[in-house]
């Protein structure tokens, strides 16, 4: 069976230190691989997606960046946090299109101060 | 375009009656729509979805969906609230042509004892 890892579960940072947000997934080959953030009251924002290694499309301009350096390795990182990168992160998993299901981690509570 | 509008922010219902979540979206080609819950600090999962084929949908939870285009609307369904219901729920919206995915701002759902 397939599963989803994320890491670390909660993270306290402060403003200007660099980030770096790990998922893997285990169980499936060449999955489409997502990041998402969670803002209080602002629903779900689709920051990043892959459909394969080395392969990124960023749906907002931000501060952070991501990066799959391998089949089911996908890496979320910031140089520098703001205080607006506070938020729950999630990463998800797909096969093939956006008409299929997407499979989502635990998430990574993460506290900017 | 593509987009998705979660009528209620907030919705309580008492226990052991129904629930109704509102779910409305607009796309250009036919779209596959999904509802998903999340509880809190939890990662989301998928309750159902529909992807062109019978337009009631049940889901897990004793949740369901009818797709009604007339309407273009995908309401969540459920004849009794149970407190474990308890959660936020996500309509959403794709389109494997463009292979845009749009999240719905959530529904939270409340269970009055």
């Known amino acids: 069976s397939q599963t989803i890892h994320q890491w670390p579960a909660t993270l306290v940072q402060p403003v200007g230190s660099p980030l770096s947000l790990e998922c893997t997934v285990e169980?499936?080959?060449?999955?489409?691989l997502y990041w998402y953030r969670q803002a209080a009251g602002r629903g779900l924002q689709l920051l990043f997606y892959?459909?394969?290694?080395?392969?990124i499309s960023s749906e907002v301009p931000q501060n952070l960046s991501a990066s799959r350096p391998q089949d089911r390795q996908f890496i979320l990182s910031s140089k520098k946090l703001l205080l607006s990168d506070s938020g729950f992160y999630l990463c998800?998993?797909?096969?093939?299109?956006?008409?299929?299901?997407?499979?989502f981690g635990p998430g990574t509570r993460l506290t900017v101060l | 375009a593509q987009s998705v509008t979660q009528l209620d922010s907030h919705v309580s219902v008492s226990e052991g009656t129904p629930v109704l979540l509102r779910c409305n979206y607009s796309?250009?080609?036919?779209?596959?729509l999904f509802w998903y819950v999340q509880h809190p600090n939890k990662g989301l999962q998928l309750l159902l979805k529909?992807?062109?084929?019978?337009?009631l949908v049940k889901g897990i939870n004793g949740f369901e969906a009818e797709f009604k285009k007339s309407e273009t609307s995908f309401h969540l369904t459920k004849p009794s609230a149970h407190m474990s219901d308890a959660a936020e729920y996500f309509c959403?919206?794709?389109?494997?042509?463009?292979?845009?995915?749009?999240f719905g701002k959530g529904t939270r759902l409340h269970i009055l004892p």
């Open positions: 998800a998993w797909s096969v093939g299109g956006s008409y299929n299901e997407q499979f």
């Open positions: 959403v919206v794709s389109d494997d042509r463009d292979d845009k995915i749009i």
């Open positions: 796309s250009s080609y036919s779209p596959s």
């Open positions: 529909y992807t062109s084929a019978a337009t």
């Open positions: 169980g499936t080959s060449n999955p489409n």
């Open positions: 892959s459909v394969g290694i080395g392969q």
